[in-house]
């Protein structure tokens, strides 16, 4: 099997900037996507992950940096570059009034794709979001994950090679998240690119081959998720919760266990590769904490490292 960096670029993005008036909301991301790859931006909320995703899908002007797609530009060559897209919006804006069938063909219709095409098509991209026993329903009787999943099998409508997906399972529970990325893990296998952002550290490491970590426009670390793990903490965290007032003034006593410490509102942290050595220590200073965890390291711990923040406030 050839390595997925030896696989062509689909996606070139170089030094991406957007202005919006005085307030610069994307002020230097650059990355390469290799054809197949799963990539994601992974940032909070106001990161710019949804701007840099319009600008990849032509849908808003970059105010500096070069971007290709498939070594096209989408400012210049717009529907060739969107004839290769497939794009899932962070906000589903499906047709409620109609039925789940007739959303796929309308859809269809608007690519200018012929009606028997979308025939066949539309059944096979129902079966393949599992809604099948839906098709004649009227979208405002599906539930979130549902309507989430009939967006993603209406932006396959054209057999795209890069679907972009705008937090693609925000708002969703944890079963109907399960199954969106059972779905996403089945593009993967087909070969089509991913493009994800998400603000969820979880998302991220489920479904991202490599990522960007975006914050206020810029990118802070880049790498697989468990490289980005490896690079910037530690293999477990201990969590500790000594109740509010304590937490915030415990950490003198903590000194000097584990690797690091941060003190957040509601616990404090302890990042050791030992995090059961080091609840040891802990309680071999006569500090009891209320609740201890141990746990391993994830991207959340990566993104506190990095911006001193959470990433979801
Ligand atoms: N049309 C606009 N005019 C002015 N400011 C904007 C506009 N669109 C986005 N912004 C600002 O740009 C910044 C980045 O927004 P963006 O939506 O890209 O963030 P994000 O990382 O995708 O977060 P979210 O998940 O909340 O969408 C935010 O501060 C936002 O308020």
């Known amino acids: ?54 600008m990849i899908g032509g849908v808003s002007q970059r105010s500096g940096g070069n971007l290709t797609i498939m070594g096209l530009d989408p400012e210049e060559h717009g529907p ?12 589903d804006n499906l047709d409620e009034e109609i039925t789940v069938r007739d959303n796929l063909i309308m859809y269809g219709r608007y690519f200018g794709l012929t009606r028997s095409y979308l025939k066949p098509k539309s059944e096979e991209l129902l079966e393949f979001a599992q809604l099948a026993d839906k098709a004649d329903n009227r979208v405002s009787a599906l539930s979130g994950g549902m309507k989430r999943r ?27 998240r399960h199954i969106l990325w059972d779905r996403l893990f089945r593009l993967k296998e087909r070969g089509v690119t991913l493009i994800l952002t998400t603000h969820y550290m979880d998302e991220a490491e489920q479904l991202c081959d490599r990522l960007i970590v975006v914050d206020k426009g810029e990118i802070m670390a880049e790498g697989s998720p468990s ?43 302890i990042y050791a590769d030992n995090g059961e050595a080091a ?12 609740t201890s965890l141990v746990r391993r390291s994830s991207l959340e711990d990566v993104f506190l490292r990095l911006t001193g923040r959470s990433l979801v406030e």
């Open 150 to 176: 009939l967006t993603i099998a209406r932006s396959l409508v054209n057999d795209p090679k890069i679907l972009l997906l705008d937090e693609p399972t925000t708002g969703l529970d944890p079963q109907a």
């Open 1 to 54: 099997m050839s390595s997925i960096t030896s696989r062509p670029t689909v996606i070139s993005a170089s030094h991406l900037q957007k202005r919006y008036g005085d307030f610069t909301a994307v002020k230097d991301i650059s990355f390469d996507v290799p054809a197949g790859e799963s990539f994601g931006l992974l940032g909070p909320n106001g990161a710019g992950k949804s701007t840099t995703m319009r």
């Open 80 to 91: 060739e570059v969107r004839a290769h897209l497939g794009v899932v919006p962070q906000q």
């Open 227 to 269: 490289q980005l793990i490896r690079e910037y903490s530690t293999r477990e965290v201990l969590e500790l919760r000594f109740g509010t007032d304590r937490n915030a003034t415990v950490g003198q006593e903590l000194q000097g266990i584990g690797d690091r410490l941060e003190t957040l509102p509601d616990r404090v942290l």
């Open 279 to 290: 609840l040891e220590q802990v309680t071999g200073r006569g500090l009891n904490p209320i």
